[in-house]
T-cell receptor
């Protein structure tokens, strides 16, 4: 049973550039959530995708956008990168609509460094 | 309110029992999760409480009191590999709101 996968594992960008991170959910899951985790902090919710729509969004600027594909995989795009965007980006998948099935399972993350 | 509060650091001895507390503001509460995160790795799911009481799973137990906005994670028979960050997270709607994590060091 394949777990949540993310690519790439590491990425180095410079200020002002754009980045795309990818996530494939756990087999059977239909919902993908994205989180940003700064060093020494807990993850912060960016947004959640279900049925190819952004269903819920955290307190992140419009530079952060996403997409979900028909196969439930997802992308996170960040435009006009800032130094403060350096963090571990985590994708979590879950299955909606089933009682007790909403546990979110995390992928290994993408570590982004902005120089 | 979004505040999820947990201690920043704890130290315990191998073989002992440790309790990690978490308090939260109760508005919009829809379940509480505990995750374990080793340095440089993704959080891994430990437990889920939505009703009051104790949930036991091997060496790990989690307790919830919804009226008090309080949970704890209890780790028994501590092992060196339990050294990690423990994250308390409250679900509001579909999103998880995390505390900053408790860094647990297990010493011989």
């Amino acid at each position: 049973d394949a777990g949540v996968t993310q690519s790439p594992t590491h990425l180095i960008k410079t200020r002002g550039q754009q980045v795309t991170l990818r996530c494939s959910p756990k087999s059977g899951h239909d919902t993908v959530s994205w989180y940003q985790q700064a060093l020494g902090q807990g993850p912060q919710f960016i947004f959640q995708y279900y049925e190819e729509e952004e269903r819920q969004r955290g307190n992140f600027p419009d530079r952060f956008s996403g997409h979900q594909f028909p196969n439930y995989s997802s992308e996170l795009n960040v435009n006009a990168l800032l130094l403060g965007d350096s963090a571990l980006y985590l994708c979590a998948s879950s299955l909606e609509g089933i009682q007790g099935g909403e546990t979110q399972y995390f992928g290994p993350g993408t570590r982004l460094l902005v120089l | 309110g979004q505040n999820i509060d947990q201690p920043t650091e704890m130290t315990a001895t191998e073989g002992a029992i440790v309790q990690i507390n978490c308090t939260y503001q109760t508005s919009g509460f829809n379940g509480l999760f505990w995750y374990q995160q080793h340095a440089g790795e993704a959080p891994t799911f430990l437990s889920y409480n939505v009703l009051d009481g104790l949930e036991e799973k091997g060496r790990f137990s989690s307790f919830l009191s919804r009226s008090k906005g309080y949970s704890y994670l209890l780790l028994k028979e501590l092992q060196m590999k339990d050294s990690a960050s423990y994250l308390c997270a409250v679900r509001r709607g579909g999103k998880l709101i995390f505390g900053q994590g408790t860094e647990l060091s297990v010493k011989p």
